[in-house]
């Protein structure tokens, strides 16, 4: 029964111990994320959650370089959610500016409408 179950249990171990793929589609999904959030005109200079992903998606590259690529990936997947939450930012900034604007408007008609 020892001799049947060690080869099995090698074999688990070996395949526990492999190195992740690189993370080459997840990169991509990243890089395509801070493009989407750049031609929105966000710049990392005024936004600290593309910043952020700047940094991280630089660290992942770094990290495939190295073969680290769990972490890359890791590290890719958390750049991607930053850009995606500096476009959210950005997206719910000009949505309250473009309120604020239509509420100046609509008070301005009021004022017209009374003065009528």
Do not use: Y
């Amino acid at each position: 029964m020892i001799n049947r179950t060690l080869p099995l249990l090698l074999a688990l171990g070996l395949t526990a111990c492999a190195s992740d793929p690189a993370p080459t589609e997840q990169l991509r999904l990243t890089e395509q994320a801070l493009a989407q959030t750049k031609s929105l005109g966000v710049v990392s200079e005024q936004s600290e959650s593309l910043r952020q992903a700047e940094d991280k998606f630089a660290q992942a590259q770094a990290a495939v370089q190295d073969d680290e690529n769990k972490q890359a990936r890791q590290l890719a997947e958390q750049a991607e959610l930053d850009a995606r939450l500096a476009e959210a930012e950005h997206l719910n900034g000009k949505g309250r500016e473009q309120l604020n604007e239509l509420n100046q408007r609509i008070g301005r008609l009021r004022q017209q409408l009374g003065a009528m």
